[in-house]
């Protein structure tokens, strides 16, 4: 079974410019979360999508940062412009609420250096 | 988002021995706690996960204990070998939310 796949794996790009990151939840899945992970601040949750829809986006740093899920199959996080402490992995988890505290399943990620 | 605290930074065991990595909530709406697992280079993977009404629950050598009152649980590994060397992570949500995790914990096994 495919897992969580993310895209690119690496990202490097300079500062001020445009980065798009991109997700593809397992099929079928209902819930997608963003996370970031740095040495700092550890694994921190940005956004998160419920059928699509964004629930909870109060861990988005700032305005720079925007999440879309169009479809069931594919999400993006954005970031414009981009800054040298936005450096960090970014992780696509996702999961399926059909039965209790089903687990999230994480993609591995997308490193991404701004310089 | 409710903190979740966790100890040891890095752990060092020998082959064979038990790792022990503790956690503490704050939140006490809070009713799953899973533990991941992360590879360098990987995203973190579900290892084991218990509910707040369970006290343990054990999983090949991976035992969660888990202290309600307290609001403690911990991850122990029976008889740790290399292939374990990884970093845990323990978390914590509330219903389908998204997960607050721990800080992390960097096991190094020695044979």
């Known amino acids: 079974d495919a897992g969580v796949i993310q895209s690119p794996r690496h990202e490097v790009t300079e500062m001020g410019q445009e980065v798009t990151l991109r997700c593809k939840p397992i099929s079928g899945h209902d819930y997608l979360f963003w996370y970031r992970q740095t040495m700092m601040r550890g694994l921190e949750l940005l956004i998160y999508?419920?059928?699509?829809?964004?629930?909870?986006d109060s861990g988005m740093p700032e305005d720079r940062f925007s999440a879309k899920m169009p479809n069931a199959s594919f999400s993006t996080l954005k970031i414009q412009p981009s800054e040298p402490r936005d450096s960090a992995v970014y992780f696509c988890?996702?999961?399926?609420?059909?039965?209790?505290?089903?687990?999230?399943?994480f993609g591995d990620g997308t490193r991404l250096s701004i310089l | 988002q409710q903190q979740v605290k966790q100890s040891p930074q890095s752990l060092i065991v020998q082959k064979g021995g038990i790792s022990i990595i503790n956690c503490a909530y704050e939140n006490t709406a809070f009713d799953y706690f899973p533990w991941y697992q992360q590879f360098p280079g990987k995203g973190p993977a579900l290892l084991i996960a218990?509910?707040?009404?369970?006290s343990e629950k054990k999983e090949g050598r991976f035992t969660i204990s888990f202290n309600k009152s307290a609001k403690q649980f911990s991850l122990h590994i029976m008889d740790s070998q290399p292939g374990d060397s990884a970093t845990y992570f323990c978390a914590a949500s509330l219903q389908r939310r998204a997960l607050t995790f721990g800080s992390g914990t960097r096991l190094q096994v020695q044979p």
């Open positions: 218990i509910r707040p009404d369970v």
């Open positions: 988890a996702s999961s399926l609420a059909r039965a209790y505290n089903q687990p999230q399943h």
């Open positions: 999508f419920n059928n699509n829809v964004p629930i909870d």
